[in-house]
Structures are given as structure tokens and as C-alpha cells.
């Protein structure tokens, strides 16, 4: 049973990532490779003087991957309610989870498929995002979404921290208690 299957590598999924697994959550994150991310440069990033989409990407996985988030190439095509939280699953495999966080850029098919709510995007050229609440939280309670497909503006620094602010609220969730990740230098 995972604490948290996040769908999609792209800057908001590897963030979140990141601080799931770094918070010691068991963390999945399933991803099709097909992230707009992989055709940009990028000069705008805070911290980082200029780099590529693709160096980006293996870099924010690479990261999560240290702190023992696993990584699957696989398509999710459905998400059920359980009892104690949601089967994901690919046309292979399903993975048992207590959260989700749809992380699927500019796709919203797998969000609709499974009845979320939706709405109009307002950023230039995207056309439907989820209906989310400030914190994340979707129409389906455990089941949240971040970046490009919560409807957040299209730029990896805002999709990469809105990935992080949404795992930051699973994790306060699934503690019990607001959560912090603070390292102090030595
Ligand atoms: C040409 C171009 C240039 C850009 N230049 C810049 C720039 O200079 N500066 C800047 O800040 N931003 C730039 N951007 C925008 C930037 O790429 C995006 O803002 C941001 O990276 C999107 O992040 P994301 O994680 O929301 O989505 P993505 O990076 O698109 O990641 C979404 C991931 O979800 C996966 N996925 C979707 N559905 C499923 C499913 N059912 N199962 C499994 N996986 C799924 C996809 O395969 C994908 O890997 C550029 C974009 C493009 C296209």
C-alpha cells in the first residue's frame, strides 16, 4: 500500500515527489513521458541560470529517487475507490494507495474519465483544468492535483512549487499536523 501515487514526472509530480518521499511517505509516481517540459529551455527558474527541459526532468527525479520515491513508465487509465483509499491503475498493473496527486500537465482525459470536477483554464491555451480547492483537494476527497492541470500559470518554478505546496498538504493530512521540511546548514 502506498501513502501517496502521484501521476506524472513533469516539474509539479517530481516536486511533490520529492517532499512525500523525503517526509518518509511511500511514494509511486507513474508517468507516461509525454511532458511538455521535455521541449523547453528554461532561463526563468529561480536558482538556476539557465538549463533544459529534459535535464530538468531527470534531475527533479533523480532527486525524489534519493529520498526513495519509485518510478514507473506506464499510462494510468483508471483510479477506483477502496475502502481505505484508491486502486491506480495501468493496463498492466494497479497500485494500491491512501492518496493521489494527478500531476498530468496539460491532460485532463484520465481526470474526466473518473468523474472529476473540471473547469474553464484561464492560462493561454489551456482550455479545461480540475476544480480544485485552494490546498489541492479535488471534487473526490484523497485525490488531489497540481501544476499544469490544477490550472496554475504554465512555468516549471510556479507548476515545480505547486507540486510542492500540494504534498506539503498530504503529508499535514496524512500526520495529522501542519508539516515543515526544514534542513539546517551544518
Ligand atoms: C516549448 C516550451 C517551452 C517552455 N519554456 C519554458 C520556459 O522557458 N520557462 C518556464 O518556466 N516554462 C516553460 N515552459 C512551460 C513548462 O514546461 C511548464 O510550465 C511546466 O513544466 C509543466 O509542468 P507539469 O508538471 O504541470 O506538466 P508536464 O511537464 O507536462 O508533466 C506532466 C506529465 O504527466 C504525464 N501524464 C499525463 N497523463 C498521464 C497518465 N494518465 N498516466 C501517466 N502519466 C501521465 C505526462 O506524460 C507528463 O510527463 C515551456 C513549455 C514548452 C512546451
Redesign the pocket.
Known amino acids: 500500500m502506498y501513502d501517496v501515487v502521484v501521476?506524472?514526472?513533469?516539474?509539479?509530480?517530481a516536486s511533490a515527489a520529492i517532499f512525500t518521499a523525503k517526509a518518509g511517505k511511500k511514494t509511486l509516481v507513474?508517468?507516461?513521458?509525454?511532458?511538455?517540459?521535455k521541449?523547453?529551455?528554461?532561463?526563468?527558474?529561480y536558482g538556476v541560470m539557465e538549463t533544459t527541459?529534459p535535464d530538468l526532468i531527470e534531475l527533479g527525479k533523480k532527486q525524489a529517487s534519493k529520498f526513495g520515491a519509485e518510478f514507473v513508465q506506464d499510462?494510468?487509465v483508471s483510479i477506483e475507490k477502496q475502502s481505505d483509499g484508491f486502486l491506480v491503475k495501468t493496463d498492466s498493473n494497479e497500485y494500491p494507495t491512501r492518496h493521489v496527486i494527478l500531476?498530468?500537465?496539460?491532460?485532463v482525459e484520465?481526470a474526466e474519465s473518473i468523474g472529476l470536477a473540471t473547469r474553464p483554464g484561464n492560462e493561454p491555451r489551456i482550455k479545461t483544468v480540475l476544480q480544485t480547492d485552494e490546498q489541492g483537494r479535488t471534487s473526490v476527497d484523497g485525490i488531489w492535483a497540481a501544476?499544469?492541470?490544477a490550472g496554475v500559470s504554465?512555468?516549471?518554478?510556479i507548476?515545480a512549487g505547486d507540486g510542492a505546496k500540494v504534498a506539503i498538504n498530504v503529508i499535514s493530512e496524512l500526520n495529522g499536523e501542519r508539516y515543515v521540511d526544514h534542513d539546517v546548514l551544518k
Open positions: 501521476v506524472g514526472a513533469g516539474p509539479a509530480g507513474i508517468d507516461s513521458d509525454q511532458s511538455i517540459t521541449r523547453a529551455w528554461i532561463e526563468n527558474h527541459g499510462k494510468v500531476a498530468t500537465g496539460l491532460s484520465l501544476g499544469t492541470c504554465v512555468h516549471t518554478i507548476t
